[in-house]
């Protein structure tokens, strides 16, 4: 779905939504005007939000679209390669000891971004703010691609 964004948009969704960037933070990762990042986030989750409700069957099962046919659909564009689809497949459900796991994890990290969340009124350090413009203009992701 986030591939569905422009690139523009795509980076500014992550960078706020998914990395919890302030705007100013993200602002600056992208060398732009905090209010032009906040202009694209907004756009972002506007047509992702349109989307979703529109046309997404994960959102609502009314919705046409369904996640298997997508992928077919994607490797006829060249989007995906047909001998690497590890993350295309139907998973089989989860033991209770990854579930565990995964559970630990998510609470680990969560309890990390409170404490950097926390009441600071510190900025994010520059060595990050550069670790993460580096990220975006390196192209690495395919997330992060045109």
């Not at 077919?72 to 796991?101: H, I, K, M, W, Y």
């Amino acid at each position: 779905m986030l591939l569905s964004l422009d690139r523009e948009l795509r980076i500014a969704y992550v960078l706020g939504d998914i990395f919890n960037l302030s705007g100013e933070e993200a602002a600056e990762v992208l060398e732009i005007d905090p209010a032009t990042y906040r202009k694209r986030l907004s756009r972002a989750r506007v047509r992702l939000h349109d989307f979703l409700r529109g046309w997404c069957g994960v959102f609502d099962e009314a919705n046409p679209c369904r996640c298997a046919g997508q992928v077919e659909c994607a490797v006829e564009r060249g989007l995906l390669a047909a001998d690497d689809l590890f993350l295309s497949r139907q998973l089989t459900g989860p033991t209770n000891a990854e579930l565990n796991r995964a559970t630990d994890e998510v609470t680990s990290l969560m309890h990390v971004a409170e404490v950097m969340r926390g009441p600071s009124t510190w900025l994010a350090p520059g060595s990050m703010v550069k670790a993460l413009r580096e990220l975006v203009d390196s192209q690495r992701l395919e997330l992060f691609r045109s």
